[in-house]
């Protein structure tokens, strides 16, 4: 039998502390530390606890070549390089390391950069409630966090002084001022308000329908959209949760940006949409009343087709999603209603219900709009004038 590593790994000496009461009675710091290796690869659904024997293993087995099994050393333990195998962290190249081996292939087949893998990998959340986090939530308002945090880092700075400034002309007016100011994050929407067809038809195509496109070379073809791209791959697919879309069943589609077409992925019935839509922005009903979401999804081979192992290529796919979310924003302003986008969101239960992977298909955000509710219950930052 052949084994290797697998492509992406890496391994965090994790401290646990933990109260110790017989130190506290001889008189010494309560907590005690310990420290545990994990194991961290992309390929597999969570971490992996090492123990300090599987350290040296780990050394002496590459992630390129194959070798074979009988060749490490005898004094290494059989039953932890059986867990290795077992876990996914080495690979083997018999039958039932399949599932495993599949999975490693289709990581080193995508181009990820190994710490963006990672950093996307395990900053995924499943079920997760971002309405009583226990990192904010235990603040009932600014007031009581500046409280127990002290001020945050201040609004802006200065980096000369005042008589060194050149002071610049008032801007003038422009044709995106109204957009521009009437941009905010709706926190309150409409419950019984349906969003018209042409709206979220407007809505849609303008940011993310391609308004062009052109064959670069043979097979590869560039959209042309409203916002930008790094590398002018568009990596980014919409998929559409509609709740409340005139002429839209209720349901999951994908957005094709060059038919301008709804296709769709799942019928929902409006209980069971409510319900998923609150489950992919975890918990936050606030968001979860609109009556369109948006969920971006980057096809990351897209962009890791030219940028290969690159250093900032899932950076750049975040920004792009940025500029698509603020394209989609002053839309929704000039059509008078307010947008939300959030990246606390349940990525896994996402790709679950849209059938993606994660090592090809990284979910980075939720969009949503509607039209504001004559009550505002949740609090918004309206009005920049
Ligand atoms: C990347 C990003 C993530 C955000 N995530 C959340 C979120 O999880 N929940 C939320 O209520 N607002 C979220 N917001 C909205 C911001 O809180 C909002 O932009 C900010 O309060 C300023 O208000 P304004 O957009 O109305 O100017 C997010 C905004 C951005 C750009």
Redesign the pocket.
Same mark, same amino acid.
């Not at 939300?340 to 606390?344: K, L, M, R, S, V």
């Given at each position: 039998m052949k084994l290797r590593r697998c492509a992406v790994l890496m391994i965090e000496p994790r401290e646990h502390l933990e109260f110790d009461l017989g130190v506290l009675f001889q008189g010494d710091a309560a907590f005690a530390a310990r420290i545990t290796w994990v194991a961290l690869a992309p390929h597999l659904d969570g971490e992996v606890e090492l123990s300090v024997e599987d350290l040296p293993i780990l050394a002496h087995v590459g992630e390129t070549l194959w070798m074979e099994r009988d060749a490490l050393p005898a004094e290494f333990d059989s039953a932890r390089i059986a867990a290795l195998l077992d876990t996914g962290i080495l690979i083997g190249d018999l039958p039932a390391h399949a599932a495993h081996r599949l999975r490693d292939e289709r990581t080193r087949a995508a181009h990820w950069r190994p710490l963006s893998a990672i950093g996307h990998a395990f900053s995924r959340w499943h079920g997760q409630r971002?309405d009583i986090d226990p990192g904010t939530d235990r603040f009932k308002n600014v007031r009581e966090m500046v409280e127990a945090l002290g001020a945050p880092p201040p609004e802006t700075i200065s980096r000369a002084s005042a008589a060194a400034r050149i002071a610049l002309p008032t801007a003038h007016s422009g044709a995106l001022d109204l957009a521009l100011f009437a941009?905010?994050?709706g926190?309150n929407y409409d419950r019984a308000a349906t969003l018209p067809t042409a709206t979220a038809a407007r809505l849609l195509q303008r940011t993310f329908g391609a308004q062009a496109h052109r064959e670069l070379g043979p097979g590869a073809i560039a959209l042309k959209k409203t916002s930008p791209s790094g590398g002018s791959l568009h990596p980014i697919e919409a998929y559409v949760l509609a709740q409340r879309v005139e002429g839209v069943a209720t349901g999951l589609y994908h957005y094709h940006p060059l038919a301008h077409a709804l296709e769709p992925v799942q019928a929902l019935d409006a209980a069971s949409a409510s319900a998923l839509a609150l489950r992919f922005v975890a918990g936050?009903h606030? %968001?979860a009343d609109a009556p369109m979401l948006v969920v971006l999804a980057a096809r990351v081979r897209r962009n890791f087709w030219k940028y290969r192992n690159h250093p900032k290529a899932y950076r750049a796919i975040v920004l792009d999603a940025?500029h698509l979310?603020q394209t989609f924003y002053l839309l929704a302003a000039e059509a008078n209603m307010p947008a939300?986008?959030?990246?606390?969101i349940n990525e896994v239960d996402i790709e679950q219900a849209l059938d993606l992977d994660p090592i090809n298909d990284a979910v980075l955000?939720v969009l949503g709009c509607g039209e504001a509710a004559n009550e505002s219950s949740t609090v918004? %930052?309206?009005s920049a004038t």
């Open positions: 971002a941009r905010y994050t926190r936050q606030w %968001f940025g979310s939300f986008i959030t990246a606390a955000a918004e %930052f309206r």
